[in-house]
């Protein structure tokens, strides 16, 4: 057993609030496989006691995934507490207003997660609360390791903010294979909206509600009318629709409003009462069929050691675009702990990190130089979708539009779950995209 092996055991093992379901993934195989693929990082001396890191990341999945990259931080400053500042909720709505209030204040954490594209240039770039990290970046040979077009959008006017750890895929449909199986349901390498809505009446006829949604999360309806948008527009639409190549008026849009609203007569009856996870539990055991949702619900479902009994395909109509959903840490501008701040980033962006974080947060690691042999079943299939199929942005997670127009949607989408009035939702889009210029 490494060092890096032995402290990632000790770590599970002396986590407070270490599940079954963590437990049950320490011993799968494919996950050993990943902790012996560790080498150790040369971190810059000088370490201060504490390293503070700020994210929202809490759930099964998510704090898994989280308490391999402190591991990897770990090995190489093993005498630095590390604090834990996450703020529960998912696509990080209370944490980015929690943090925009550190920040605004001058109180910033030693490191924050952050989506790639306009929410890092906007919430934190163009304020001045991030620190250009191009040194870094050279030292750690990552300009050669990470895809260029990655590159590109943690990258304003020649100065890199950000180190991405991980690429989710947004347009993911997870489905209960029992339910559909119980039902004569069968899903093939890919879904059509009409195949889909045949299974949902189907399953509705069987009183079972074919769309788990937790939209109490605020994030998870704009986030299955984002995915309906791609897969009824297809991706080079869906990109001139947010480059305002596409009106918001279109009827292309029109359809997509329509089919987003039929599918939301499959809801299940208590969506506005769970969170995306809620809803991820609600297709786990049975009382919902599917769930539009981006992969780290597939953590979610590692985590719970379910993986057997929960399929996967993209949403609807929506195959031939990968909805890339970036997560990444930031160095603050004064972080309190520059050192431990700095060597926090050198953790996350190895490639011995991010080949174990993935299979517990449900993502595949963003650096291209990973060992793609290790990933297998749900894993292999992001990797090569997303080699092959059109890469697009995410509304719901900040890399589409501008803070501004995304909340526009949001506040836009939430009365439409309840109304379906088509019109004055595509009104109300097509003002919020005018109010943005
Ligand atoms: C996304 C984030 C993911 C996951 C998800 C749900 O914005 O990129 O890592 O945490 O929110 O909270």
Not at 49 to 59: P, R
Not at 330 to 346: D, G
Request: contains cysteine; proline residues 4%.
């Amino acid at each position: 057993m490494t060092d890096l092996q032995r402290l990632i055991q000790r770590n599970r093992l002396s986590r407070r609030g270490f599940t079954a379901g963590a437990a049950a993934l320490a011993a799968s195989p494919l996950l050993a496989r990943f902790a012996s693929a560790q080498t150790p990082i040369t971190f810059e001396e000088g370490a201060e006691e504490e390293l503070e890191i700020f994210s929202w990341w809490t759930t099964g999945g998510e704090s898994a995934g989280l308490d391999q990259l402190f591991a990897a931080f770990s090995a190489g400053s093993p005498d630095v507490t590390i604090i834990n500042a996450a703020v529960a909720g998912g696509a990080g709505s209370n944490a980015q207003i929690a943090l925009q209030n550190r920040l605004s204040g001058g109180q910033p954490p030693d490191s924050w997660q952050s989506h790639h594209g306009k929410e890092l240039f906007s919430l934190y770039v163009d304020p001045g609360y991030a620190e250009p990290i191009n040194a870094l970046w050279e030292e750690q040979g990552w300009l050669d390791a990470f895809p260029q077009g990655l590159i590109d959008q943690v990258t304003l006017d020649g100065n890199i903010y950000l180190v991405p750890v991980g690429i989710h895929r947004g347009n993911v449909m997870f489905y209960n294979k029992h339910v559909l199986a119980d039902n004569g349901i069968e899903i093939g390498d890919s879904l059509s909206v009409d195949d889909f809505f045949a299974a949902a009446d189907t399953l509705k006829a069987a009183g079972v509600a074919a769309v788990g949604l937790g939209d109490k999360d605020t994030f998870a309806a704009p986030q299955f009318f984002e995915n309906t948008l791609l897969g009824a527009l297809g991706p080079e639409s869906y990109l001139a629709l947010w480059a305002g190549e596409l009106g918001w008026d279109s009827a292309e849009v029109t359809a997509a409003i329509e089919t987003f609203a039929r599918a939301l007569d499959y809801l299940n009856e208590d969506h506005a009462a769970l969170t995306w996870d809620g809803a991820m539990d609600a297709v786990i055991e049975g009382r919902a069929a599917f769930t539009s949702m981006g992969d780290w619900a597939w953590g979610h479902v590692v985590s719970k050691g379910v993986e057997d009994q929960i399929g996967y395909v993209t949403h609807p109509g929506s195959e031939g675009g990968f909805v890339t959903v970036v997560d990444g840490f930031t160095l603050p501008m004064n972080a309190p702990h520059p050192v431990n701040a700095r060597n926090w980033l050198r953790a996350v962006g190895s490639k011995e990190a991010q080949e174990v974080f993935g299979p517990y947060k449900g993502c595949i690691p963003a650096r291209t130089d990973i060992d793609a042999s290790l990933f297998e079943g749900y894993f292999s299939w992001s990797i090569d979708a997303l080699a092959s199929v059109a890469s697009v942005t995410s509304l719901a997670h900040g890399s589409s539009a501008s803070p501004q127009l995304r909340q526009a949607i949001f506040d836009a989408t939430i009365p439409f779950v309840v109304d379906r009035n088509v019109e004055a939702y595509q009104q109300a889009l097509v003002m919020a995209a005018e109010d943005d210029v």
